[in-house]
């Protein structure tokens, strides 16, 4: 984003500037696709291919916005105690790792940008 680039707003038609929490924690079918891809349609920490949902690694109003490296793609349902998804929101460890795994996939990213010029 370029944020020097700012020019003048057209009267009463500014755009909101900031995108509110529900927005920046919006996982977009792109995000999921790319999540989903990567998975190979199994869970990101345990292996299972059950009940497979997109979770947050980190929390959702840290976020500038929701990247496929912001989430994984954990066995769920969340509500259920005992699936990856009930883990990594529920518990500190689960987080920490969640958190982990984030890491792991920018420095990723970071290593594909450089391999590929
Ligand atoms: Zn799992």
């Known amino acids: 984003m370029n944020w020097t680039h700012n020019p003048v707003p057209k009267p009463g038609k500014q755009k909101r500037f900031k995108k509110t929490a529900k927005e920046r924690g919006r996982i977009t079918a792109e995000v999921y696709a790319d999540a989903l891809d990567r998975s190979g349609g199994y869970c990101e920490r345990c292996g299972s291919p059950q009940h497979l949902e997109c979770a947050h690694l980190m929390r959702r109003w840290k976020l500038p ?6 989430v994984a793609m954990l066995c769920g349902p969340q509500v259920n105690t ?12 689960g987080r920490e790792w969640a958190l982990q ?10 290593e594909r940008m450089i391999t590929d010029g």
Do not use: S, Y
């Open 65 to 70: 916005e929701t990247t496929a490296n912001d």
């Open 82 to 93: 005992g699936t990856c998804h009930d883990w990594i929101d529920h518990t500190r460890e």
């Open 101 to 110: 795994l984030r890491e792991q996939f920018w420095q990723q990213e970071r």
